[in-house]
């Protein structure tokens, strides 16, 4: 397994502008999750799927951000307008249900995003 | 709405001193509990995890952790370090039966001296 893809891995962008983060989950999995890093509020929960269902999007931060997930193998996320404090480490994770929680996460290699 | 704590933001240790990491939940009922860890430039990856049973489990790289209910602990322990294992340790809950999240502490840097 290829195991969950992101795109991109650097992205720099100036303020005001567009971007929008890929993600590929692992094929089977039915949870999929967004997640920002930073160094001052560390691993944040943005939004998460089940079985391609926006199911808690409280941890978005603002209208600016949005998430989509049109069908099992493909996830969006997308700012717009971009601003500075929106710079940080995106981590896209996938996993499946185990016993009556959610199991182990597998992480993507993260997309860095920097807005100037 | 569940939290965790990681008490140790930045720990120095020398190669071969023993570590452990201090990290609470904030949780009353049944949750699955799980340490990650994230090498320098790295994704995150599975360290250890805890669904049920015995409540010291043992995890990769000589990591184990126990989980004290009583506490609503999940330490993370090894007896002894080493360079290797300087890294960024997150440790995470999902409260079951509640949703299906899972939240992550801070995360503590873990520094080791050669």
């Known amino acids: 397994d290829a195991g969950v893809i992101q795109s991109p891995r650097h992205e720099v962008t100036e303020m005001g502008q567009e971007v929008t983060l890929r993600c590929k989950p692992i094929?089977?999995?039915?949870?999929l999750f967004w997640y920002r890093q930073t160094m001052m509020r560390g691993l944040e929960l943005l939004i998460y799927f089940n079985n391609n269902v926006p199911i808690d999007d409280s941890g978005m931060p603002e209208d600016r951000f949005s998430a989509k997930m049109p069908n099992a193998s493909f996830s969006t996320l997308k700012i717009q307008p971009s601003e500075p404090r929106d710079s940080a480490v995106y981590f896209c994770a996938s996993s499946t249900r185990t016993g009556a929680g959610t199991g182990e996460l597998f992480f993507g290699e993260g997309s860095r995003l920097t807005v100037l | 709405a569940q939290s965790v704590s990681q008490h140790n933001h930045h720990v120095i240790l020398s190669e071969a001193a023993s570590l452990e990491l201090g990290c609470n939940y904030s949780?009353?009922?049944?949750?699955?509990l799980f340490w990650y860890v994230q090498y320098p430039g790295q994704h995150l990856q599975l360290l250890l995890k805890?669904?049920?049973?015995?409540?010291l489990v043992k995890g990769i790289k000589g990591f184990e952790a126990e989980f004290i209910k009583s506490k609503f602990s999940f330490n993370l322990r090894k007896p002894s370090v080493q360079w290797s294992d300087t890294a960024e340790y997150f440790c995470?809950?999902?409260?079951?039966?509640?949703?299906?999240?899972?939240?992550f502490g801070k995360g503590t840097r873990l520094h080791i001296l050669p």
């Open positions: 995470a809950v999902n409260a079951l039966n509640r949703d299906d999240k899972i939240i």
């Open positions: 094929s089977g999995h039915d949870y």
């Open positions: 949780y009353g009922g049944t949750v699955n």
């Open positions: 805890y669904f049920s049973g015995d409540p």
